[in-house]
């Protein structure tokens, strides 16, 4: 029973050497799909897809702050 048992477990058993066998036997099909997939991403992004994000920034400096600042040390601590 136990041999049987045995028997039925080798035969279920994924043999590592067979699996990259067959894969190395279709090495080139799957290079072929690959390229394929990533031009037609490439295609896709760059010719299809429109740009979704867009952003202005503007930066305003109150110099009439500042200079009130520097010309009344006193109301910052004595700071500039």
Known sequence: ???QNNET???DEISLRELI????KEKVLIAII???????AALY?????KPV????????IDLRENIRHLSHP?????RI
Not at 21 to 24: D, G, M
Request: charged share 20%; net charge negative; hydrophobic share 45%.
């Open 74 to 78: 006193t109301k910052n601590n004595g």
């Open 34 to 40: 690959t390229v394929g997939v990533l031009i037609l």
């Open 9 to 11: 477990y080798r035969e």
């Open 45 to 49: 992004t760059l010719v299809v897809l």
């Open 53 to 60: 994000y867009e952003s202005e920034t503007m930066v305003t």
């Open 1 to 3: 029973m136990e041999a």
């Open 21 to 24: 066998e067959a894969l190395l």
